[in-house]
Every structure is written in C-alpha cells, then in structure tokens.
C-alpha cells in the first residue's frame, strides 16, 4: 500500500514549508516542492504523482492556471491554494479543465483531507456509494479506496483477486482485504487491460498472481487462497494463459 503521492508548486518558501508539513500530517507523501511553473512541466514528464498541490498566483512567467491548462491532458488532479478568495479566482480555476479543488489560505490538515478525498475518492467503502467520475475507477494506476478517516492508496499490481459478495467486492492484496460498495461488472469493466480476468461470477483474478490451476477439481491458486474455476469461464483461462 503506497502512500499518496503530492507535489506542491509553491514561490513561497513559507508556506510551502507549511504546506509540506500539513501534507505529512494528512498522511500523504510530498514527493517535491517547486517554486515555479516552468520546473513543475519538466518535473511532471519525468514523474506523475497522485495530484498537484498548486498555487495560483506564482512568480515568473507562467501562472498557475496556465500551467494547469497546459497539463490537462494528463488529467492529473489540481488543488488550487490562493489566499485571493474572490469569486473570479475561482471560475478561473474550475475553467481550466482540470479535475479540481480550491483552498484559500492558510488551511488545515481536514481541510486538505477533504479536498484530496473529493478528487480521488472513486468509490466508497461499506458505507458509501460508488462515484461516477471521468477518470473512473482506477487512476495512476492504483484504486484509491476510503476506509472510516483513512484513505488507502491501493496500487492495481499489487490486486491478488476480487471477490463479490452481494452488493459489495472484497479487494484482497497480499496481508490486506478492503471491502468496498461497487459493483464487480464495474470493476471489471475498469480492470480490462490490466491483465485481470473473471474466472467465476463472483471471482476476478490477476493472471500474475496465479500459481496453480487444477483444471479437475476446477479451482486455482492465489498465495492462501482457493479460488473456484466457474464452468464457463475455464476455456477462456485456459486459452489466455495458453495452456498446452
């Protein structure tokens, strides 16, 4: 389980000192602070993070909306930060196409949880709904699921299985099950091309992650667990696995 991952782009070194201490008590992971829009669009070809801590108001050429626009493409998720409250700020900020938040300053740590929570939040546990959302399920190659106070970020490669059970999946990892309110047919909708495939109406593995199939007792193996083969769907395992 990774922690988030945040960049900041912030002229102040202030409050981005502030920012990066707020960010850790979230829970989260600063992974840079920058101070200028110019070294943010070299830094972001390099490296994607999770989302984009981003003051509006910055020094040097490029502003802080235009740099949002200018990645937008990349549908990487934008909290804007100003201490400029005033309603155009804000319709400036949401017309950048980006999936956006918008704090004024100074903010607190449960004011930044919420806002990150608003943005990468696809689905809910047991007690929410699933969200429908342009990015879908899955973004940055990873689920991020809610848990009471906790938000986990929860890579695709590290997925060992899913199982339904009613209205709920269980999404089982290595020493880890999340429970979540979400349909199956959805995630395995989200999950097609990531090498996931439904091997029982109530199972959906990670090909990887199999170390044994026992084609007569109808049933696979998964790290501890015993997964059951349904009857319909054995010829296409077989077949994508290219059993001989």
């Not at 801590?53 to 934008?78: C, Q, T, V, W, Y």
């Not at 929570?117 to 190659?141: A, R």
């Not at 990670?206 to 199939?213: A, H, R, S, T, W």
């Amino acid at each position: 389980m990774a922690a988030i991952e945040v960049l900041v782009i912030e002229d102040d070194p202030l409050f981005a000192v502030d920012c990066e201490m707020v960010i850790s008590q979230a829970g989260f992971n600063c992974v840079k602070v920058l101070d200028s829009a110019e070294k943010a669009l070299i830094w972001v070809e390099d490296r994607r993070p999770d989302l984009i801590l981003l003051d509006i108001h910055l020094n040097g050429k490029m502003s802080g909306l235009e740099f949002a626009k200018s990645i937008k493409d990349s549908r990487i998720p934008i909290i804007f930060v100003t201490s400029d409250n005033h309603p155009d700020t804000y319709s400036a900020a949401k017309s950048s196409g980006n999936s956006i938040a918008f704090l004024v300053k100074p903010f607190d740590k449960l004011t930044l949880q919420s806002a990150v929570e608003s943005l990468l939040i696809l689905k809910e546990n047991v007690e929410g709904n699933p969200e429908k959302t342009s990015n879908g399920l899955i973004y940055n190659q990873a689920v991020f699921i809610k848990n009471k106070a906790t938000l986990y970020k929860v890579p695709v490669e590290d997925i060992l299985y899913l199982m339904a059970d009613g209205n709920y999946v269980m999404v089982y990892t290595k020493g880890k099950k999340y429970v979540i309110k979400v349909s199956l047919k959805r995630l395995v909708d989200e999950l097609l091309g990531h090498n996931f495939l439904q091997i029982h109406r109530n199972f959906v593995v990670q090909l990887d992650k199999i170390e044994k199939i026992d084609s007569g007792a109808m049933e696979l193996n998964i790290a501890d667990a015993v997964i059951p083969i349904g009857r319909k769907y054995k010829e296409e395992l077989l077949s994508v696995l290219r059993v001989v």
